[in-house]
Nanobody, 118 residues
Framework: QLVESGGGSVQAGGSLKLSCVAS????????KAWYRQSPGKERELVSS????????RYADSVKGRFTISQDNAQKMVYLQMNSLKTEDTAVYLC?????????????WGQGTQVTVSS
């Protein structure tokens, strides 16, 4: 299971750091990702990181502002969010471990709300 934390309310231009902790040891061997979902919008992949950390990906909308990182020993993945914009308001969800048959993430957290006000 995955549990996110670190969400909250912040003014535009501010920063937040999201954390996600896993309960299973396989987490360290998996690709991890952060998604977000806003009302009326499709779930969006924000960022991902491979188990080794040698490859990271970002949505164009967050490049240069968000940074994904991980601590496999602690079974944690983080999302540092800087220069937040009102359009970053969403529920942010942590995901891990891609199912090789479906190519979708197998493990999901419940999400943490991020609200950015102008």
């Amino acid at each position: 299971q995955l549990v996110e934390s670190g969400g909250g309310s912040v003014q535009a231009g501010g920063s937040l750091k999201l954390s996600c902790v896993a309960s299973e040891s396989r987490f360290s061997r998996c690709t991890k990702a952060w998604y977000r979902q806003s009302p009326g919008k499709e779930r969006e992949l924000v960022s991902s990181i491979t188990s080794s950390g040698d490859s990271t990906r970002y949505a164009d909308s967050v490049k240069g502002r968000f940074t994904i990182s991980q601590d496999n020993a602690q079974k944690m993945v983080y999302l540092q969010m800087n220069s937040l914009k009102t359009e970053d308001t969403a529920v942010y969800l942590c995901a891990a471990c891609i199912n090789p048959l479906t190519q979708t993430f197998r493990d999901w957290g419940q999400g943490t709300q991020v609200t950015v006000s102008s």
